[in-house]
């Protein structure tokens, strides 16, 4: 299958640019299971976006929104992205209501929300399913939109470049190799301009607020493409996922309380119903990300505890349910009523903030591949995300990315005819007891990033997940040389190869900064104040 266009996932991100892309030629966009699995559906906070006085209660501005995602990235942001990605909100917002995306409304003028590292009240939302609701408009669009085809259940296997065939001269990509889920035949797509838009990689720790298919798949397409990765040692833990006492296993922590709830006026509190998160950060609860987990973390360290609360009970009745009806009917059926309990919350694996290193318009160093959205490494993010940017972030780059693309690529300007695409060559069927392997090797990579790799780390935990990585590496490479491929098998291949660039780029930052904190090195150095950038050629 040939196509203008290939995007590789299909969040905020790929369907923005699709729609985009699709004035301008033919669009493929896949997705290795359903339209809705993806973080961008799974997002309940909102939209970080400074909009005219005239739309909203703030009077806020962009420099501020600059100072307070360059605060939180604790100095590793690239100012020049956060000013053009953050100068971009009001477009955003506009672009996606030309979707159809219906955000809370207080009369003529936007609601506002507050999360944590925000100086003002700039985060537009939905009730608490905004990436819900950004999903519906961005999907129903799409599937109207004629020049678009929307493959469901097609997963990537790796990237097509003309290095990898020979033309080392020449790097550029050439399509993708995607294996049909539903009947496990392999085909080629081909498009000389290949977007990656295929979120991140939650799935690589135990206890995680990603669905199921956020195995890294990007990531590990670039890299094993050629493509430098960067500062995948930042993998943001959310401070607050439902803590499930009643179930065991990840199940126990696998439900987002937003952050919003926090800024709204929930509060951090122990089981004593003492606030500890002051002494961290005169902003207690609403500190940023990196500062709430720690906390956390040390909390239940000190305590013994399974678990911290957020306290709601102060607002009136009627509040949750109206603000937060999501989160809120999730509780229930659990039991627990957030108007009158406090919510049991722990921290859990969120959103990397490194990835494919790309510049603001997406390019990476292979001709005509871009990657945007989570999966890529402009600078925004720094050491740690400010609450709410990444949304705004995939359809900021979407748009440059398109932009970009009809500079580069416009007609008229083809490029040297490639060279010819061999057929996939399927494996040997994996035996039925084998697939015991793919499994058991799923389930030790998870637990021992989170017992390894987790929010505190020290260089012994390091050198031990590198050492077993390895070796898990090793076995999961000979797997799928010698069996046919199946999603199990993709996934298994993808998520080690994504555990393995967290913990190599962790071993190389020896200081604490941000989401990276290890015992062994404590405070931050000037030294590492640069990205830590892995090139496998």
């Known amino acids: 299958m040939s196509s203008d266009y290939l995007v590789i996932g299909a969040g905020v991100a790929g369907l923005s640019f699709a729609l985009r892309a699709a004035r301008h030629g033919s669009v493929t966009v896949l997705m290795k299971g359903n339209a809705y699995e993806s973080n961008t559906a799974w997002a309940q906070g909102g939209i970080a976006a400074v909009l005219p006085d005239n739309l909203c209660f703030a009077g806020d501005s962009v420099e501020s929104h600059v100072a307070d995602t360059l605060d939180a990235g604790a100095g590793l942001c690239h100012e020049a992205a956060v000013r053009t990605i953050a100068s971009e909100g009001a477009t955003t917002i506009r672009d996606l209501m030309s979707y159809g995306v219906v955000f809370d409304k207080a009369g003529e003028r936007f609601q506002l929300g507050k999360e944590g590292g925000h100086s003002y009240r700039r985060v537009l939302h939905t009730r608490d399913t905004t990436g819900l609701e950004v999903a519906r408009a961005l999907i129903e669009t799409a599937r109207n939109t004629p020049n678009i085809t929307l493959l469901e259940h097609h997963f990537a296997i790796d990237l097509i470049t003309t290095s990898k065939l020979g033309a080392v001269a020449d790097d550029r990509v050439l399509g993708a190799y995607v294996l049909d889920a539903r009947t ?24 995680t607020t990603n669905p199921d298919s956020a195995t890294g798949d990007g990531v590990a397409l670039a890299w094993r493409a050629g493509a430098s990765i960067a500062n995948m040692e930042f993998i943001q833990f959310h401070p607050t996922c439902f803590y499930n006492p009643s179930a065991t296993g990840p199940e126990a922590r696998s439900f987002l309380v937003s952050e919003a709830v926090r800024g ?153 005819a490639p060279p010819a695409i061999p057929e996939w060559e399927p494996g040997n069927t994996a035996e039925p007891d084998e697939l015991v392997v793919i499994y058991h090797n799923w389930d030790e990579i998870r637990r021992l990033m989170w017992d390894y790799v987790s929010i505190v780390r020290t260089d012994n935990r390091l050198r031990r997940a590198a050492a077993r990585l390895r070796n898990l590496g090793k076995e999961v490479r000979e797997f799928y040389w010698g069996h046919r491929v199946n999603a199990d098998i993709l996934e298994l291949r993808n998520l080690v190869t994504a555990a393995s660039l967290i913990v190599d780029c962790a071993v190389r930052r020896k200081e604490s900064r941000g989401l990276h904190y290890t015992l062994d090195h404590p405070l931050t150095q000037e030294r590492f104040c640069h990205d830590t950038v892995l090139r496998k050629f």
Do not use: W
């Open 184 to 207: 496990n035949e392999v085909s080629v797509f081909r498009s000389d301009r290949v977007v990656l838009a295929a979120g991140g990689c939650g799935k690589v720790y135990l206890y």
């Open 264 to 416: 709204e006026g929930g509060i951090l509190i122990n089981g004593k119903g003492e606030d500890f998160t002051k002494s961290s950060d005169p902003r207690g609860s609403l500190a940023p990300r990196d500062i709430v987990a720690r906390a956390i973390d040390r909390e239940l360290k000190r305590t013994g505890a399974d678990c911290v609360y957020l306290d709601i009970t102060h607002k009136p009745k009627g509040f949750m349910r109206e603000r937060f009806p999501y989160i809120y009917e999730n509780l229930l059926k659990y039991g627990l009523d957030s108007e009158t309990q406090p919510i049991p919350v722990v921290p859990a694996a969120h959103y990397q903030c490194g990835g494919v290193v790309t510049d603001v318009k997406g390019r990476t160093g292979i001709s005509g591949l871009y990657a945007i959205g989570e999966v890529a490494c402009t600078g925004l993010h720094g050491a740690n995300r400010l609450a709410s940017n990444s949304l705004l972030e995939g359809n900021v780059m979407a748009r440059l990315a398109m932009d970009d693309m009809l500079r580069r690529f416009a007609p008229g300007k083809q490029p040297p």
